[in-house]
């Protein structure tokens, strides 16, 4: 067991703040030149015209879920120490179609909107603004909605995960995503074909 590293090594806020700098950087410095800081070529996805986001992000969840599902079977991390957030069913719905619109509007996501401020395009600089003027309003009428986000009509449902949920082992959900994502990916580049992959730069 040598997993998770900075629960087991007890490492100090300092360090994990390092590590978390130095590969944010890295991440950035990933999304900038796969060219995820370009608000066109990330809207562009939605229109089924450059769907590069899609395939790059699925294989980085096949990717980490594989090394997960295989690090646990041979015992190199301990699950027990790896945070899983809770789920609030409703309000995750909510705030998924919501950014997703967003995303739309705005061509960017969070991440990606700090990788474009890095290379000083405007748009991600008032898609940053934007998200800041939405999280302030949120804190404003948070107490009025309170039930619904975090209360009794949240769908709270613990800190749950579908293998858990459907009673199978991991194993076997993993198989079906890696079906999914080839299904996905098959779509993708059929899509990409269709609409002849006319990308505006």
């Known amino acids: 067991m ?3 590293l900075a629960v087991l090594n007890e490492w100090s806020d300092g360090i994990n703040y390092l ?3 130095v590969i944010g950087i890295g991440f950035g410095a990933a999304l900038e030149t796969a060219g995820f800081g370009n608000s066109k070529k990330l809207a562009w996805q939605f229109y089924f015209r450059d769907l590069t986001v899609f395939k790059v992000m699925f294989t980085a969840i096949i990717t980490a ?3 997960m599902i295989f690090f646990d079977a041979f015992g190199w991390i301990d699950m027990s120490n790896v945070s899983i957030n809770p789920t609030y069913l409703w309000p995750g719905i909510a705030g998924g179609l919501i950014m997703g619109v967003g995303f739309v509007i705005g061509g960017y ?3 990606t909107s700090f990788a474009g401020l890095a290379t000083l395009k405007i748009d991600a ?3 940053i603004i934007g998200a800041l ?3 302030f309003i949120f804190g404003e009428v948070a107490p009025l909605i309170e039930p619904f986000y975090s209360g009794r009509y949240s769908g709270y449902m613990g800190n749950i995960t579908i293998y858990k949920f459907f009673g199978i082992s ?5 198989f079906f995503v890696m079906l999914v994502a080839l299904v996905g990916f098959y779509g993708a580049e059929w899509a990409e074909k269709k609409t002849g992959n ?3 730069n």
């Open 125 to 127: 600089l008032f898609y």
């Open 133 to 135: 003027l939405g999280m």
């Open 2 to 4: 040598f997993a998770p």
């Open 170 to 174: 991991a194993g076997v959900i993993g």
């Open 198 to 200: 006319n990308i505006i």
């Open 65 to 67: 879920m594989t090394g």
């Open 109 to 111: 996501c969070p991440g």
């Open 19 to 21: 590590f978390a700098f």
